[in-house]
């Protein structure tokens, strides 16, 4: 096909987008739709290649996918490379852990897949998803695998037939995806058949331009259509946010936006701004610009430098588009120049790139299945081994997620939260003289578990509202009913909050509820409050950088940042103490009472902003003897 300036610099504008909005810019909210429009770009692009060839009898599987690995690895392989080898030296083992696993799926082009799983693109705390944009590069090789034997075969039956096809699959996936996203599907943002809709788009343009041309429309015309393409492109970058219902309906606008300006180009002023130099040559580099700047992103948020966005945005934007420049000119195009002959040497690269994929899945499966390979703490830094035992949940080494209540008619203790709830199950249950064996548990992080609760719970493994349906049915009697959760969080996903109350006084009627509920089935009620969110952490995760002097002075900076909220807070929840058989316990009150304790001499008591460490279990058994003693004496 004849190359076109004006689609390398619809790449620019679409990875432009994608920086701008994961560099946190606020009036770029919706740029991740460049991703959908890099789709139908993709589509385009691949269908152009594939029809072209197939009128020409010039097809060849080999030869198609020869130029895929050239075009995708090169930059593919060294964005892994770069992410393990900053993991390996920055990260914990559980951060490692996670990682590994997403070198593991990205590397068989299945990120995708795995993020669906339980993921939430939007995530805030991105220090931890280098590897999180990978998941558009899933869809697209997956399309890669299926579509050039589907088109093929359409090829087969009829020439007649191509377009009716693509069109008819068009609409199945578009309409496979509307419902998904209209279901609360999270899985429809990642996978392949609900993004595919988004591909053959791009595909079926490429059809209708390589059989009918456009010659005929007047180039006013095209202008007019040009200009309402870059309006449905640019539109939603600027009116989109985290909570569009997306995709859905919403991602036909920038795809339809795309294709419009693809399929008619002219001599207007869209045309000549999407021609122009610097845009074509971001529009070259494209593909290796997106794949780097997500882990730059994810390193300037992991040192948590202070930086404005748009200071964040230009620094990302720099950095990666002089990484994708080096690795296009010196990297990427030589090794495509040698994939286009027929020569050994030719096969030799191709083989040798493929061979690194199998690796660093090998890589990435050995440090998921080590738990985070915590040997390199054995043999590079031993101090960092002890801090990682020290720092470790007490809950997942003793407990597991999910529902676990033992089918027995009468239980001790039965715990019910998130993941600040389940680093009080085991001391509260030494406390009180229990063992692992006569605790139950309904818990999950990120999960609401109140009565009455109405939950969008996009991103788990693991279903919040089947998890709250099936506590609510149990009918087992019990001593104590723990319950508590991150009373802070949840600005979104509890869609019944009543409108205009304060942030803790959102929570009476449903734990008004949940009391109501219990007291049916447990002697006491305890209700743990808002927990201290404490500053300083960051500094005392485990690491092969990490000595003994600078965690022991990390100690030092350790400071309660809420005080105010939980003072406001504690106001609150003991209203609820003068119903019978409820008692509040204060986390406030175990660490500061009188004064504020958050270290031993040599350990921390929060492994992160609101998570307790395993250091702290002794400590805060004693502190929760002594308040419930203190309860029970008033």
Request: with cysteine; proline share 3%.
């Amino acid at each position: 096909m004849t190359y076109r300036k004006d689609i390398d610099g619809l790449r620019a504008i679409a990875v432009l987008s994608v920086i701008a909005f994961h560099s946190g810019l606020d009036f770029t909210s919706g740029g991740y739709v460049g991703v959908d429009a890099f789709f139908v770009i993709s589509g385009f692009i691949i269908t152009n290649m594939i029809y072209r060839e197939v009128k020409e009898n010039e097809f060849n599987y080999i030869d198609f996918y020869k130029r895929r690995a050239a075009r995708l690895l090169p930059a593919f392989i060294i964005t892994l490379l770069l992410v393990f080898a900053f993991g390996f030296y920055f990260y914990t083992t559980k951060s490692f852990d996670k990682l590994g696993k997403e070198i593991f799926f990205s590397s068989l082009g299945a990120a995708n897949i795995l993020f669906a799983q339980g993921a939430n693109y939007f995530a805030e705390d991105s220090a931890y998803q280098p590897l999180m944009h990978l998941w558009s590069l899933g869809v697209e090789e997956q399309f890669y695998l299926v579509w050039p034997t589907l088109l093929l075969i359409a090829f087969r039956i009829s020439d007649v037939t191509v377009i009716p096809l693509t069109g008819i699959a068009l609409v199945i996936t578009t309409l496979m995806v509307i419902s998904a996203t209209n279901d609360g599907n999270s899985k429809a943002y990642f996978l392949l058949q609900y993004r595919a809709n988004e591909l053959l788009i791009g595909s079926l343009t490429a059809l209708f331009l390589a059989k009918y041309q456009n010659n005929k429309v007047k180039d006013n015309y095209k202008r007019y259509l040009s200009y309402l393409g870059l309006l449905l492109m640019i539109a939603p970058v600027l009116l989109y946010d985290e909570n569009t219902a997306f995709p859905g309906y919403n991602a036909l606008l920038p795809c339809i936006g795309v294709a419009l300006i693809i399929a008619f180009p002219n001599r207007g002023i869209v045309t000549k701004i999407l021609s122009h130099g610097i845009l074509v040559l971001m529009g070259l580099i494209s593909y290796p610009l997106y794949l780097f700047h997500q882990p730059l992103v994810s390193f300037v948020r992991y040192f948590e430098l202070e930086m404005p966005a748009y200071i964040i945005f230009i620094t990302i934007a720099t950095l990666s588009s002089l990484m994708a420049m080096a690795t296009y000119h010196y990297i990427e195009k030589p090794i495509r120049n040698i994939a286009r002959s027929s020569s050994i040497k030719s096969s030799v690269t191709i083989v040798g790139l493929c061979l690194f994929i199998p690796a660093l899945a090998a890589v990435g499966f050995i440090v998921a299945k080590s738990n985070g390979l915590p040997e390199r703490f054995k043999y590079l830094n031993k101090f960092a081994l002890e801090v990682t035992k020290f720092h470790s949940s007490t809950f997942h080494d003793n407990h597991e997620r999910g529902l676990n209540i033992k089918n027995t008619e009468y239980g001790k203790v039965l715990f019910v939260g998130d993941s600040v709830l389940q680093q009080y199950v085991l001391p509260f249950s030494i406390a009180i003289g229990l063992g692992a064996a006569e605790v139950d548990t309904v818990t999950r992080g990120g999960c609401v578990l109140l009565k009455g609760v109405e939950f969008n719970d996009k991103y788990a493994d693991i279903s919040c509202n089947d998890l709250r349906e099936s506590l609510y049915n149990s009918q087992k009697k019990y001593d104590y009913v723990v319950i508590s959760q991150s009373w802070e969080l949840y600005q979104e996903s509890v869609t019944n909050f009543p409108i205009g109350k304060e942030i803790y006084d959102r929570w009476a009627d449903f734990i008004n509820q949940t009391i109501e509920h219990f007291l049916q089935y447990a002697d006491e009620i305890i209700i743990i409050g808002a927990h201290p969110r404490v500053s300083g952490t960051t500094s005392l995760q485990p690491s092969i950088r990490l000595t003994k002097e600078s965690y022991l002075h990390g100690l030092r900076s350790l400071e309660i940042v809420n005080v105010s909220g939980i003072n406001s807070a504690s106001r609150f929840f003991h209203e609820f103490e003068n119903i019978s058989g409820v008692t509040i316990l204060e986390p406030h009150e175990i660490f500061c009472s009188p004064n504020c304790t958050l270290s031993s001499d040599i350990w921390s008591y929060y492994r992160d902003s609101q998570h307790i460490t395993s250091a702290a279990t002794n400590f805060v058994v004693e502190r929760i003897k002594h308040t419930l003693a203190t309860r029970a004496g008033e």
